[in-house]
C-alpha cells in the first residue's frame, strides 16, 4: 500500500491542491483543515505536510504533538514569506522540511520523497537497534537499489546448487554474502568452510586443500582436505584469483568429477559440496591472459553475483555507519554518537577505498573518541548555529533542485525562486558541484 500523507491547511482550495498533486504522485492523501482534526484522525499517516500559520493549532504546536506521538514520522512545513525565522526553529524542533510560499510543485514532491526515505531509514534503524541488543551483527543491511537487488538475487539463487563466483572491491562484504548464500541454502545445516587462497603458500596449497594418508611425506598423519570437510555444505574459495596456476587443472578436475584424491593414495573420495568463490577483480580479462584457467571460471561460475563498492550506495553509507557505532557503543558502554547533518554530509562525500570495511573502523574510532571524520575539527554533536544551519539548509535544497534539473542551472534558479547570477553565486560559495 502507497504511504499515507495527512495534508493539514486552513485553505480549503490550497488544501484540496495539495491532495491533488500528492494522489497524482501515487501516494494516498488526506485532508484536514486544522491541526486537532489531524491529530484525532484515525489513521495514522507515513508523513504530515502542514501550513505553519493556521487558527487554533498552529504547525509549530501540530509539529511537537506528532513528534510526542511518533517520533519517528516527518513533518513537513509550509511557511508564509517573512516566516523564516519561525521555519528555522521549526526545523530545530524536529521539522523534517520546510517550503517557503511560492513552491514549485516537482519541489514539493522531491521534499515529500525525501522525507518518506527518511522515515524508511528511521524504521530501518529502529531494527537495526534490536539486533544490536541481540548482539546480532549478520544480515544485509540497506534500502538502496544494489542492496535490493543484491537481496533479490541471493533469494533466488541460495536454494539451488549452482557453484558461485562473487566479484566485489576489498572490503565490500563477499564473505557475507557467501554465508549468507549457505544459510538460505538447503546445506545450512552443513559446514561453512572458508579457505584464503592468498594466504596459502603454494607449497602448502595442495595438501590444505585435498588432504593427504599417512605417510605421504615425513611425519604425516590422514587428514581430510578443506574439499572433504566442506562435505554436505560449502566451501568459500576467497581470493581464488590468487589461486597457483599449477592447483588450478587439480582443483577442476575435483570439481567435475566432484570426486577427491588424497596426497600418497590413489583411491578416490566423492565429495558433495557447493563451492563460492570470492574475487577483487573480474575473472573474465584474467582467463584471456592465462592467468586464470578459463574453464576453472566457467565451472565455478555457474552464476556470478557483482557487489557494489560502498560508494554506490546513497543513503546506506549512513544507516550502516549508525549501525557498527551503535554496536561499538554497546560493546564498549558507551552512548550511541549523534550522525548529524554534518557528519551525514562527510560521510556521503567520502570515497571508501576500503568500503565496508573501513566505514565499520572508522564509525568504532568514532565512537570512542578516537577519530572524526574528515573536514571538522570539533565534536560533531555540538550545536550548531542558526547561521550554519540556514546555510546548510540553503546547500542542501540547491544540490537537490539541481539533481532534480539534471544540472540546468537555469531551471533550477526558476524553481528556487531565484536568479540565475544568485544560484550561481551561491553554487561558487557552498562548493557545490554541477
Known amino acids: 500500500m502507497s504511504p ?31 491541526g486537532r482534526a489531524a491529530l484525532a484522525a484515525a489513521t495514522r499517516p507515513d508523513l504530515v505536510l502542514t501550513d505553519l ?34 521555519a528555522v526553529q521549526a526545523m530545530r524542533a524536529g521539522a523534517e522540511d520546510f517550503l517557503e510560499k511560492p513552491y514549485d510543485g516537482m519541489h514539493l514532491l522531491t521534499v515529500i520523497e525525501r522525507g518518506l526515505r527518511t522515515r524508511a531509514t528511521r524504521d530501518e ?40 563466483v562473487v566479484t566485489g572491491e576489498t572490503g565490500t562484504g563477499k564473505e557475507l554474502i ?19 587462497c592468498a594466504a596459502l603458500p603454494e607449497s602448502l596449497f595442495e595438501i590444505e586443500i ?18 572433504e570437510a566442506a562435505s554436505g555444505g560449502t566451501l568459500m574459495l576467497d581470493e581464488v584469483e590468487a589461486m597457483p596456476e599449477a592447483i588450478q587443472p587439480k582443483l577442476l578436475r575435483a570439481l567435475q568429477e566432484r570426486m577427491v584424491e588424497r596426497l600418497g593414495e590413489n583411491q578416490l573420495r566423492p565429495l558433495d559440496l557447493r563451492i563460492i568463490a570470492t574475487s577483487k577483480t573480474d575473472l573474465r ?62 560521510l556521503l562525500r567520502r570515497p571508501w577505498p576500503g568500503n565496508v570495511r573501513e566505514l565499520k573502523a572508522l564509525a568504532e574510532r568514532f565512537t570512542l573518541g578516537l577519530d572524526i571524520p574528515e573536514g571538522t575539527d570539533r565534536p560533531l554533536a555540538a550545536p550548531e548555529s542558526l547561521a550554519d544551519r540556514v546555510a546548510a539548509f540553503e546547500a542542501r535544497e540547491i544540490r537537490l533542485a539541481l539533481e532534480h534539473c539534471r544540472g540546468n542551472t537555469e531551471r533550477a534558479a526558476k524553481a528556487l525562486g531565484m536568479a540565475r547570477r544568485t544560484l550561481n553565486d551561491k553554487i561558487s560559495r557552498y562548493g557545490i558541484r554541477v
Open 210 to 227: 585435498f588432504g593427504h594418508v599417512a605417510g605421504a611425506f615425513p611425519g604425516a598423519q590422514d587428514k581430510p582436505g578443506k574439499l
Open 125 to 164: 534503524l529502529g531494527r537495526l537497534q534490536d539486533r544490536i541488543a541481540r548482539r546480532d551483527e549478520g544480515g544485509l543491511l540497506g534500502q538502496s537499489a544494489a542492496i535490493t537487488a543484491l537481496r533479490a538475487r541471493i533469494a533466488a539463487l541460495a536454494p539451488t546448487d549452482l557453484d558461485i
Open 285 to 346: 580479462p584474467r582467463t584471456l591472459d592465462g592467468s586464470f584457467r578459463a574453464d576453472l571460471f566457467y565451472r565455478l561460475a555457474g552464476a556470478e553475483i557483482t557487489v557494489e563498492p560502498l560508494r554506490a550506495l546513497g543513503e546506506d553509507i549512513v544507516l550502516l555507519f549508525s549501525h557498527y557505532a551503535g554496536l561499538a557503543a554497546a560493546r564498549y558502554g558507551r552512548e550511541m554518537p549523534v550522525v548529524d547533518y554534518g557528519l551525514k554530509q562527510r
Open 178 to 196: 557467501a554465508r549468507a548464500l549457505h544459510r538460505a541454502s538447503a546445506r545450512a545445516a552443513g559446514p561453512f568452510v572458508a579457505v584464503n
Open 4 to 34: 499515507l500523507i495527512h495534508v493539514v491547511e486552513d485553505d480549503r482550495d490550497h488544501r484540496l491542491a495539495l491532495c491533488d498533486l500528492i494522489e497524482a504522485a501515487g501516494y494516498r492523501a488526506e485532508g484536514f483543515a486544522e
Open 53 to 86: 500559520r493556521m487558527p487554533g493549532m498552529d504547525g509549530q504546536a501540530l509539529l511537537q504533538a506528532v513528534r510526542a506521538r511518533d517520533p519517528d514520522c516527518p513533518v513537513i512545513l509550509i511557511s508564509g514569506h517573512g516566516e523564516l525565522t519561525q
